[in-house]
């Protein structure tokens, strides 16, 4: 088992205007990781802002992004007895609603 958690704490996203980073790839200011198989530690945020200025747009499909998993990754031979579906495993914890905007 892994223990831990990634802290955010009182971050400004600004200027989160697209999901796509124009070469076909999604962008997120959150986001899993889509080669990770099962290592994925909670994800705790509070204080999050986006700046909302005239010159700046946050979009919501820009603030978190879930990947699903590699089919290859559903294979019981490489993960011993568990299949490798870290990822559907990840935990976003919103400790004041703020992630959700």
């Known amino acids: 088992a892994f223990a831990g958690s990634v ?5 400004t996203l600004v200027n989160w205007t697209s999901s796509s980073d124009g070469c076909g790839r999604s ?3 959150f986001s899993t990781n889509p080669t990770s ?3 994925i530690v909670p ?3 509070s204080g ?3 700046d909302t200025s005239t010159s700046s747009t946050v979009i919501a499909a820009a603030v978190v992004q879930m990947s ?7 294979n019981p ?10 990822i559907l495993n ?7 609603g703020s992630l959700r905007g």
């Open 27 to 29: 962008v997120a200011a």
């Open 43 to 45: 994800i705790v945020v």
């Open 7 to 11: 802290a955010v704490k009182d971050v």
């Open 48 to 50: 999050l802002l986006r």
């Open 77 to 86: 031979t490489d993960c011993s007895d568990m299949d490798c579906t870290g």
């Open 68 to 74: 699903n998993p590699d089919p290859g990754y559903l």
């Open 37 to 39: 198989t099962d290592a």
């Open 90 to 96: 990840t935990a976003f914890v919103d400790t004041d």
